[in-house]
Structures are given as C-alpha cells and as structure tokens.
C-alpha cells in the first residue's frame, strides 16, 4: 500500500513539473479589457517596437591644417563613405489606454526613439586621404575620423529633421500593431472594425491629447 502511495505522489509531482514546464514555454498571451467609460486596456507582453528604418549613405569630412614654426605648409584632408542604417522603436508598456470615441479608436505613443548604435556597413565602407602631408598623416586623419562615426550618428538619429522623417512610417507601424492585437479581439468580430487614430506624446497634438485621455470620465 505504501509503495502505491509512494508511486501516486511520484507521477503526481511529475505531472505538475510538466504543467509548469509547459506554461514557461508557452508564448505571452494579448488580451482586451472594454472598461465603461469607453477605454479600451490593451495587455502586450512589454518589450521595444520596431516602428521605422532610414537608410542612406553618409559622408565624414575633416581637414587637418599643418604649419612649420606657425608658417601654414599645406593641410590633409579625409573623406569617410559609409552606407547606414537608422532604425526607431517605441517601448511597449504592459498596458495600453486607448480611447474609443464614435467608431475610431485614439492611441497616444510613446516618443519614437533611435535604436542605437546605428548600423554601418562595413564592408562597403571607403575612405581616402589627400594633400601634400597625406603619405605621412592620411592614415591617421581618416582613423581619427572613422572613431567619431558612432557619436556622429546617434546624435544625427536624434535630430528633429530625422525623427520627423520617419514619424509618417512610425505612425503606419503602430496602427497595423493596434489592429492586429485590438481590433481582432471579440469586441469587433462581425462589426465595423473602427478607425485607428495614432498620435505620438511629443507631436503636439498628442502632448494635448495625452492629458485629456487620462482625465476624461
């Protein structure tokens, strides 16, 4: 008897350790909430958004002047080429309020911010030195210039001309990740699916929505 007690609570355990196991493995879940002052919670497993990429090809410069006892005698002058990859992300908080006027739903996003550092391809990365002290100081110059590409470029992704570039695509991303994960919830099935309206917290329509949505009843 005791050796079938002993058997019961051994494939017990067991069956409980394999429950478990699976839970760790199976993926986050998304779910809706409709609360009744029209706020739609979205619950997303956290973690960063891709929103946007910008490539283009850009260009280092530096000239370095060289004097013999404070007489000018010439300068060496460097060019860096180098195909980049700017990518943007937003963080997705574990929950979203969304506001759910009429048939639209109003979403205020976080800030985009640059995914750093920025890619460079290195492979196709050229570079040249030239002037009449660059045999000597060329190799140093374009080196000098090749170490300030990382910093010169996460400030560059941060500008407001770059992050205006992307906003429209951003904008475009984050609608198709509020339709899959909230429109396609039992709320909408065999409705009218409603317009998706996205506003970003640093645009200056979403800095005076954001307050609103918090405060309405």
């Known amino acids: 008897m005791r050796t079938a007690l002993s058997a019961l609570l051994v494939i017990g355990v067991a069956v409980n350790a394999a429950l478990f196991a699976w839970q760790l493995r199976a993926p986050p879940k998304t779910t809706m909430t409709v609360s009744a002052d029209n706020r739609v919670v979205m619950r997303t497993p ?78 196709k990365l050229e570079s040249f030195a030239s002037g009449l002290w660059s045999p000597l100081t060329g190799a140093d110059a374009v080196a000098s210039l090749q170490r300030s590409i990382t910093a010169t470029l996460a400030k560059k992704s941060a500008a407001p001309d770059m992050i205006k570039l992307q906003r429209e695509a951003a904008r475009q991303t984050v609608t198709e990740f509020v339709q899959k994960w909230v429109v396609q919830q039992p709320k909408w099935k065999g409705a009218k699916a409603p317009a998706i309206l996205v506003f970003f917290e640093d645009e200056p329509l979403g800095q005076r929505a954001a307050p609103l949505m918090a405060e309405s009843p």
């Open 46 to 123: 956290g973690g960063l958004l891709e929103v946007s990429m910008i490539t283009a090809e850009e260009r280092f410069d530096s000239t370095t002047s060289h004097t013999i006892l404070g007489v000018p005698v010439g300068s060496t002058v460097a060019q860096v080429r180098v195909p980049a990859v700017y990518r943007y992300h937003i963080p997705l908080a574990k929950d979203w309020t969304l506001r759910s006027t009429g048939n639209a739903l109003v979403v205020i996003a976080p800030p985009v911010r640059p995914s750093l550092p920025v890619a460079i391809d290195t492979a």
